[in-house]
């Protein structure tokens, strides 16, 4: 069982930045895919990005062009650098392991939580 520790969340005005870290409890690098999923109050977590051991990410519409993920295979940390955050960005922020039918392989963290607010 991998644990997670997610951070680096905080309030931010609209259009600022955060860069979010998740730190696994062991070694990511034989992990093919680690994702960022997010969820708001009142509704369902949901994916937010996706990057594989060979760098390859993905995104959805929404967060595309300001979301990037990165990963560290050497520190077991993978980022989200979150750039012109919007109001609508506000929820808790979560890492795992992405696996079929868009379910994850592992018990979910305690989340950092982001909060886009003026």
């Known amino acids: 069982q991998v644990q997670f520790v997610e951070s680096g969340g905080g309030l931010v005005q609209p259009g600022g930045s955060l860069r979010l870290s998740c730190t696994a409890s062991?070694?990511?690098?034989?992990?093919?895919?680690m994702g960022w999923y997010r969820q708001a109050p009142g509704k369902q977590r949901e994916w937010v990005a996706t990057?594989?051991?060979?760098?390859?990410?993905n995104y959805p519409d929404s967060v595309k062009g300001r979301f990037t993920i990165s990963r560290d295979n050497a520190k077991n940390t993978v980022y989200l650098q979150m750039n012109n955050l919007k109001p609508e960005d506000t929820a808790v922020y979560y890492c795992?392991?992405?696996?079929?039918?868009?379910?994850?392989?592992?018990?979910w963290g305690q989340g950092t939580q982001v909060t886009v607010s003026s």
């Open positions: 990057i594989t051991n060979r760098g390859s990410t």
């Open positions: 062991q070694s990511i690098r034989s992990i093919y895919a």
């Open positions: 795992n392991v992405p696996s079929l039918f868009g379910s994850v392989r592992f018990d």
